[in-house]
């Protein structure tokens, strides 16, 4: 399985003001690539899809724990789901993957696409407890959302959609 994404800067090449390119024509208005619907990162996992035999080594369980875990981000869903198999269980899994240096690196990376407001926004989050989160400015929430950073939780509220950047957005300055 292949997607191409690309960052929201690309998207502002092609304000009316800005540079642009004769390559965005028939690329607007921007798709938000966010998360895989649990039915997606399921069938992904199990490695799903007509006609094909092969099914990856997960049980339920341990499928439900790894895009719970991953807040159904394609990338982590891979290289946790990769590691589980590795390993042969997912606590160690979980726990090598949190170690990793080059998750932290792409979490850098994506936190410095984002608006000082936005990664405001992620800290605060990451720093409260599930009790006391709330939901913040509407239409910051509905992006972050779209780009799968943050998720809605039961009671209404928002939280970091994946378990490795929450951990990684807590341990910041």
């Known amino acids: 399985r292949t997607v191409l994404a690309a960052s929201r800067r690309l998207w502002a090449l092609a304000e009316p003001d800005g540079e642009t390119s004769p390559f965005l024509h028939g690329f607007t208005p921007p798709i938000y690539l966010g998360p895989l619907a649990d039915d997606e990162a399921r069938a ?5 899809r007509p006609g094909h035999a092969a099914r990856a080594a997960l049980d339920d369980e341990t499928v439900k724990r790894i895009h719970e875990a991953c807040g159904n981000h394609p990338f982590q869903i891979q290289a946790l789901a990769a590691r589980v198999l590795a390993k042969g269980g997912i606590e160690g899994a979980v726990a090598e993957l949190e170690a990793d240096p080059a998750l932290g690196r792409l979490f850098a990376v994506d936190l410095s696409l984002l608006d000082e407001e936005d990664r405001d926004l992620l800290l605060r989050l990451a720093g409260e407890d599930a009790a006391t989160r709330s939901t913040a400015a509407t239409g910051r929430v509905l992006e972050l959302e779209r780009l799968g950073l ?3 939780a039961r009671d209404g509220g928002v939280a970091i959609a994946s378990h490795f950047l929450r951990r990684w957005l807590a341990a910041r300055p």
């Open 44 to 48: 992904l996992l199990r490695q799903e």
């Open 150 to 152: 943050i998720r809605r």
